[in-house]
Structures are given as C-alpha cells and as structure tokens.
C-alpha cells in the first residue's frame, strides 16, 4: 500500500473544489477528482498535470442528480481504489427553478444533500476499512446560509413554498445536519465527520444565487476544507461545524437531535438504502 492519503473530492472541476483538489495534490495526497462530465474531468485533471507534473491524480464522472449514476459511481471508486481516507462532498448546485429528479426528489435537495448522504453511505466501510493510521474523514461543504434554512420534513421537496433560497437552505442545513450525525453513529476511531461555510466566494454557484456578489478567491474558499482533509491530526471533535475555519455552533436546528434522526430515516427512505 502506498503511503498517500487518497482524497475524493465531489464537484471538483471547478471553484471550491478545484482549487481544493490542487492544494492537496500539491501536498501529496492521491486525489480523486469528480465532476458531472468527463470532458470536463478530463480537461480539469490535464490542467492539474500541467501544474503539478508529479501529481497522483484520477477521475470520475457521475451526475449528483441521478442516483443509478451516483451509485455506478461508486462502485467504480470502490472498484478503482483500495484506500479511501478523504471524502470531501462539495459539489453543490443553486437552482433557478424549481426541477424534480427521476428519482422523485427536487434538484437541490437532490444534488446537495440525497447524493452526498448515499455517496457516503455507499464509501463508508471502505472509508473505515482505511483508517489504519488514522480515523477517515468526511467533509461536508455545507454554508452559512444553513441558518436560514427550515427542514420541512412534510414536503422536503417544496412542492409548495419553493424559492431557489429556501430550497438552497434547507439542503445547506441538511449538510450540517448529516455531519452531526454521522459523528454519533460512526466510530470515531475510524471515521470522523466535519461541515463548514467556506465563506463568500467569487464562483458560479454564488453567481448564480446571488447574483454579481464580489466574493472572496477560491483558494481562500478552499482552506477549512484542504485543512480538514490534510494529513494532520484535526483536534475538534467529530460533528464540529467550521464558519470560515473557526469552530462555531451551527444554528439550533441543526443542534436538535429528534430533527436530525427524523431527517436520517427520510433521507434513507429517498435515497432508496
Ligand atoms: N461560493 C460560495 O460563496 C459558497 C458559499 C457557501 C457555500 N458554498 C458551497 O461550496 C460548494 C462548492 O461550490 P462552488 O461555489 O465552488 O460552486 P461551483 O464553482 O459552481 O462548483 C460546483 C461544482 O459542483 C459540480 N456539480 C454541480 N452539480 C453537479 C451534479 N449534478 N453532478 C455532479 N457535479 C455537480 C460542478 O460541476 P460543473 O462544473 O460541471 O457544473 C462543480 O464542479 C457548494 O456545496 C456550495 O454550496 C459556496
């Protein structure tokens, strides 16, 4: 077995992800690299080589929107990396319209929450099975507008009420949410769970949701998580919520533990698991 850590970072042909995937390979983690097209994980990955000619680099490709596709995908990590240590979940959309998957599931939810919750669900006991130096992590990249979010366990795809914000929210709620989560249901000595806002950051997502906002760069975007997912000891404890890379309580809701069982078991339910 070699000796890198072996990273998957959802959503990382472009903004946050990008330059989170650069960082780490710069530091000499095997990334995985993902995006929804593989014409664009391919260009992303011969950029990267350019960059960083020793890198340790591979692709997958597989929309978030789909889950036949997100669990092909993983069957085809599982099958293509014997060593998991990093899942990195942050790839994330802020839709302009309201959609509804052929799963059934609204495209925001979809892609923000339901993908990343079967994504980890399906990694997880490889994820486990890596931590032999070390608990493996997984990060989720949720954001500060959480706390405006409301789980609306009732109707979770908003078939009424539905605005791309309260939409975008709640599934930034249901990141922190599931983070907490997983820190009380996983053993700590294999694998430990983290979410974070990494700030206002200049990129399509915040383009598209908010409009021409000056954000921040997305090297700055991507330090909490390059930080979470590197090779050193992460003293918080699993479940901490990171706000720009400081510890914070994450908002009340998501704090509620009957709130976040409740979201568990509908989450399962829609995922199909
Ligand atoms: N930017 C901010 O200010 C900000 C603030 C708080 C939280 N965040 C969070 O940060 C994370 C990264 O966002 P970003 O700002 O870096 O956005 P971005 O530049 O738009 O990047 C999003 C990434 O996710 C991928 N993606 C989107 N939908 C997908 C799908 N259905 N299947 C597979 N991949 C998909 C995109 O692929 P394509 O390139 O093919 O679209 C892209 O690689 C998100 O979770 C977001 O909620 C961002």
């Known amino acids: 077995m070699s000796d890198r850590r072996v990273v998957l970072i959802t959503g990382s042909t472009d903004g946050i992800g990008r330059a ?16 929804r097209s593989k014409p664009k994980v391919d260009a992303a990955i011969a950029k990267l080589m350019e960059e960083l000619p020793g890198a ?23 099958a293509r990396v014997p060593e998991l240590h990093v899942l990195v979940n942050n790839a994330g959309i802020f839709a302009d319209e309201r959609t509804v998957t052929s799963d059934g599931v609204e495209l925001t939810f979809a892609v923000n929450h339901i993908a990343p919750f079967l994504l980890t669900e399906l990694l997880a006991a490889r994820l486990e099975a890596s931590a032999t130096r070390a608990p493996s992590r997984v990060i989720n990249v949720s954001s500060i507008a959480h706390t405006r979010g409301r789980i609306h366990l ?24 599931h983070a907490i989560e997983l820190a009380g249901r996983r053993d700590p000595q294999k694998l430990v769970a983290y979410s974070l806002h990494p700030g206002v950051i200049g990129t399509k997502l915040l383009r598209a949701g908010f409009g021409p906002v000056q954000g921040g760069t997305v090297e700055t975007g991507a330090k909490t998580s390059i930080r979470l997912a590197g090779g050193e000891a992460v003293d918080d404890p699993s479940g901490t919520y990171f706000s720009e890379g400081t510890p914070t309580q994450p908002a009340a809701a998501a704090r509620d533990a009957a709130a976040r069982s409740a979201l568990w078991d509908a989450s399962v339910r829609l995922a199909k698991l």
């Open 56 to 78: 340790e680099l591979e692709g997958v490709s597989f929309d978030l929107g789909s889950q036949v596709a997100v669990r092909k995908g993983a069957e085809q990590i599982l």
């Open 154 to 177: 009732d109707d979770l795809s908003l078939a009424s009420g539905w605005t791309g914000y309260a939409a975008y929210a709640q599934s930034k709620l249901a990141n922190v949410m």
């Open 20 to 35: 989170t995937a650069r960082a780490l390979a710069a530091a000499g983690a095997k990334v995985i690299l993902h995006g």
